[in-house]
């Protein structure tokens, strides 16, 4: 099985529209963010071209007439020895986060599964070309989402392909450097448009292991986006961090060397409390010391949730920080969860003025 990350532009609407000559209407909307953002007169125009191309790319059979259609699937075909997409792959498209880019990538996505593939179209917001500053934070996210989706599929043994034939020149170049990271292949088309350029993951490993682990506590404080100042990152390299309204947050990089290198050290130690209103008591270090990696990796992100509650007041799903019923364990006064599969360990404890102290972790209550 493989997974296929495709860039995704507007290349069929485009085509499609230099059939009638009204290109320009592609060009002039293509970064409107809603459909409501468009004109009446220029919504029917959209509508009726998008429902042109889902009847041409549904009619179509000619692999030659098909590449002419769309460079994205120029480039999809072109990985299958008959052309036509074949066999269980997972296919998921990156597309600007646009209305025109968003219907574009969903007529890709229908011609996909038209075709037995499994294909959805990744969940990245503020991808768009619009401004930097929305660019920046799309691609912030579009890190996240790599992080999240795809070291999953290569311990499954999943081959990972960039396939990056079409799409926005810059989303383009930045899946490009993703790539080293996640995939195990990135093809383009070559500039005659009729051969694959296959470019094999190359052994690129991000060399700063001690610089991490001597800034380990601040960096995770900046990945559970807890309130950090400015004067805290004053020595870090700005490639790593941004300072915004004197407050410090990771960039786009910054997540990436978060991900890679200090992630996984979540699962070697229980990390320092994130928030002075967070304290440890002996019970709880006691209680977290014979974890295996996995589950010390999630006490530690539940930490980072717990300290965001403490400081902000967000309680996500995940967390469900809440008060215990009658007296059933004290001193702990409240739970919260460690994680809900197998045996559901729980985080209990107690407040002492301000401050919250972890007293343990356990089973759940019954």
């Known amino acids: 099985m493989r997974y296929i990350v495709s860039s995704c532009g507007t290349s069929l609407l485009t085509n499609l529209a230099r059939e009638s000559g009204s290109t320009s209407l592609i060009n002039q909307y293509a970064n409107k963010k809603r459909l409501d953002d468009i004109p009446q ?14 009847q041409r790319l549904g009619a179509e059979k000619r692999v030659e007439e098909l590449r002419r259609l769309s460079a994205e699937i120029n480039g999809l075909t072109r990985l299958y020895s008959h052309g036509l997409p074949t066999g269980n792959d997972i296919h998921f ?82 899946l490009q450097t993703l790539a080293h990271f996640y995939a195990d292949e990135t093809v383009y088309i070559f500039e005659s448009g009729e051969e694959l350029l296959r470019i094999p993951r190359l052994p690129i490993r991000l060399d700063i292991d001690d610089w991490i682990q001597a800034n380990f506590s601040l960096l995770a404080r900046l990945a559970d986006k807890l309130t950090v100042a400015a004067a805290e990152v004053a020595e870090m390299p700005e490639t790593l961090v941004q300072v915004f309204e004197g407050k410090a947050a990771l960039t786009v990089w910054g997540t990436l060397v978060w991900d890679q ?14 928030t ?44 469900d920080f809440k008060p215990l019923t009658g007296n059933p364990r004290p001193p702990s006064t409240h739970e919260c969860d460690a994680w809900a599969d197998r045996d559901a360990k729980r985080l209990f404890g107690h407040y002492e003025g301000e401050q919250y102290v972890l007293d343990a972790l356990d089973n759940a209550l019954h």
Request: aromatic share 6%; hydrophobic share 40%.
């Open 93 to 174: 498209l990156i597309a600007s986060d646009t209305w025109i880019g968003q219907q574009t990538a969903d007529c890709l996505r229908t011609w996909l599964e038209s075709l037995g593939q499994t294909a959805q179209i990744a969940p990245i917001t503020d991808l768009s070309t619009d401004d930097l500053a929305t660019f920046q934070s799309g691609m912030a996210e579009l890190v996240r989402w790599c992080a999240e989706a795809l070291p999953t599929s290569r311990d499954q043994h999943v081959k990972i392909i960039f396939q990056l034939s079409g799409g926005f020149k810059s989303v383009q170049g930045f």
């Open 276 to 319: 002075p209103m967070l304290r440890y008591g002996p019970r709880f270090v006691e209680s977290t010391s014979n974890l295996p990696a996995d589950r010390l990796a999630l006490v530690n992100q539940r930490l980072g949730d717990l300290a965001r509650f403490l400081e902000l007041g967000h309680n996500p799903d995940r967390l």
């Open 41 to 54: 007169e220029a919504q029917v125009q959209l509508q009726s071209l998008l429902q042109s191309a889902r």
């Open 261 to 274: 290198v200090g992630k996984p050290l979540l699962g070697k130690r229980l990390r320092e409390s994130p």
